[in-house]
């Protein structure tokens, strides 16, 4: 009997060596939040050393709205705006969607890495956070200990938890994904576009990779023949001639809802864009050669009725319930 | 008691078991291709246009990626030990450019074979795991899904050399799969086998029959008489060291 009771404390042990150790801290009392995605998507980038949670995500939010962040009054919201997928108007600023993909950030790449090397940009050198508000922020002591067990808030632990609130906004409810699912049928006019984007005709597809609508590379489409310091793009950050004029390629996702186009906003409504696609290439030595194959120098050569179903296939990427989604609103 | 101390003993070693990998044969050994590039035997050097191809183009290589699989090591009695990973390799992602291969049985070898792309068991829309690479070389199902099975992409001068334009070497579809034959001897023991697989970029365009980016295009992707020129020229891409 002894030896049965000696055999299962081994089991046991033998058990529990099977597992890593679960991290633990007594006093840090979290709970696992869960990120939907759809399996089509590929998958998510995790980082093991900030693991979601609701604690974290919550806090994450709270701060994107909160103006304490800058030194003017300005929340990441007063640009980011969910009505219009994270972006404003007169901001141009790049669409927060299903950015957990990407490993490059803003136009040019100037911050390569993970979503907590962004965030540290984004509230150390962007805004310029001054760490000690945070500090004498009664509620933000509670709130930071809660999730990450601290006493004293730093700029790493700012950027963590609103790199959680960036990592669950994922957008997979456009009529788009809706169609990938099964659930709903294109238009003849959308599926048209679909077809056109996704073969040599149009040929978005090589940039635009489908499902999340961007492959996260540099490149140039021939937006100008001339790159000099004002639109040079990556080149800005690595100084390689043949970095001049490539831009990172930006997701299509709710792209609708958030003009005006390109880096520079030069585009004001999709119908400019497709036309600058259709006839407006400029070709210049570092123009991606994806742009310039054989026939595509005199344009994609489309017809009204193509642009117009092209562009009713980009409006398929409207996810309406990710606007709408009070999970991502102002607490 | 004795038919319970046997069970837990039982359930005790089958979680043993379970913690640890499968247990390795004494008979095998592992292997390691690391992958060099190089134009002619020169070293590779990416993002510049110096080379010379067959046809006489001059060009560069800015982007390579591809998919190698169903590799296949062939001993000297003919008996074969095939892998059924599929590596994804991209010239500018060093890591991925290293393929390690476990479990092969020990002994003497004289070839090893595999494809550039995916069989048509593979090749398929959403078959492979549904990483960011992978997601990126699919192959539009407008256009008969699956995946590209190269991308390779740069610039290069027209035959006055004074006009630039580029060029992207897309290889796809089922009836495009390259198949690779190496004859090299080598034996497989306890010890890692360490070997260099050297891939000559301009047999792409070259044997049997030149690929001249003025002539043949300069972009392959749909283009059945391209595609076909490229994947019959690929074969002896590659050699072993």
């Excluded at chain 1, 006493?151 to 994922?170: C, E, G, H, N, P």
């Excluded at chain 1, 119908?271 to 050669?289: H, L, M, R």
């Excluded at chain 2, 001068?157 to 060029?167: A, R």
């Amino acid at each position: 009997m002894k030896k049965n009771i000696l055999i299962i404390l081994i089991s046991v042990f033998v058990l529990s060596s099977c597992k890593e150790d679960p991290p633990i801290d007594e006093k840090l009392t979290t709970t696992p939040y869960k990120i939907e995605i759809p399996e089509y998507f590929p998958k998510i980038i995790l980082n093991p050393q900030n693991p979601m949670t609701v604690e974290g995500f919550e806090l994450g939010r709270k701060l994107y709205y909160d103006p304490i962040l800058s030194n003017d009054g300005r929340s990441c919201a007063s640009c980011h705006d969910q009505k219009y997928s994270f972006t404003t108007y007169a901001s141009n600023a790049l669409v927060h969607v299903n950015l957990a993909w990407n490993t490059n950030f803003l136009w040019n790449g100037h911050v390569s890495g993970t979503m907590e090397d962004i965030m540290m940009f984004e509230v150390g050198d962007f805004f310029k956070t001054d760490i000690s508000k945070i500090n004498n922020s009664n509620e933000y002591r509670q709130l930071f200990k809660k999730a990450y067990n601290v006493s004293q808030i730093t700029q790493k632990d700012i950027a963590y938890a609103l790199a959680q609130f960036f990592r669950a906004r994922v957008s997979y409810n456009s009529k788009f994904d809706k169609f990938l699912r099964g659930e709903t049928d294109l238009t003849p006019s959308e599926l048209n576009g679909y077809i056109l984007f996704t073969t040599e005709k149009g040929d978005c597809f090589h940039c635009h990779t489908l499902p999340l609508t961007s492959d996260n590379q540099f490149r140039n489409i021939g937006l100008d023949s001339i790159y000099d310091s004002n639109n040079s793009g990556r080149y800005e950050v690595t100084h390689k001639s043949f970095d001049k004029g490539k831009f990172k390629v930006p997701t299509l996702r709710n792209i609708e809802l958030s003009a005006p186009y390109m880096h520079d906003g030069r585009f004001q409504t999709l119908a400019q864009v497709i036309e600058f696609y259709n006839s407006g290439v400029k070709v210049s030595s570092t123009i991606d050669p994806i742009m310039t194959k054989p026939g595509k120098e005199y344009g994609l050569k489309l017809t009204s009725k193509e642009k117009s179903d092209l562009i009713n296939f980009l409006k398929t990427f409207t996810d309406t319930t990710y606007i709408n989604n009070k999970a991502f609103s102002k607490p | 008691m004795k038919t319970l101390n046997y069970l837990i003993i039982i359930i005790i070693s089958t979680i043993l078991a379970s913690c640890k990998d499968d247990p390795i044969k004494n008979e095998t050994g592992d292997i390691n291709f690391n992958i060099l590039y190089n134009i002619d035997g020169e070293n590779l050097l990416l993002d510049t246009i110096k080379y010379t191809n067959a046809a006489g183009n001059k060009y560069s290589v800015n982007h390579f990626e591809y998919y190698i699989s169903g590799v296949t090591f062939i001993k000297n009695d003919e008996s074969k030990h095939t892998s059924n990973e599929v590596c994804y390799i991209n010239i500018k992602k060093s890591n991925t450019n290293v393929m390690n291969f476990t479990n092969i049985p020990i002994g003497e070898y004289k070839a090893v074979t595999f494809y550039i792309g995916l069989d048509s068991f593979t090749n398929k829309s959403n078959k492979l795991t549904n990483t960011i690479e992978n997601v990126n070389m699919a192959w539009p199902d407008a256009m008969g899904g699956g995946y590209h099975f190269i991308k390779l992409e740069g610039y290069f001068l027209d035959k006055s050399g004074t006009k630039q334009d580029g060029y992207a070497m897309h290889l796809g579809t089922n009836s495009n799969l390259i198949k690779i034959e190496i004859n090299h001897q080598f034996s497989i023991s306890k010890n890692t086998l360490n070997k260099k697989l050297l891939l000559n970029i301009n047999e792409w365009f070259k044997n049997p029959s030149n690929y001249d980016f003025d002539i043949d295009g300069n972009y392959s992707m749909g283009v059945e008489g391209a595609m076909s020129k490229l994947a019959k020229n690929g074969t002896d891409l590659f050699k072993i060291e």
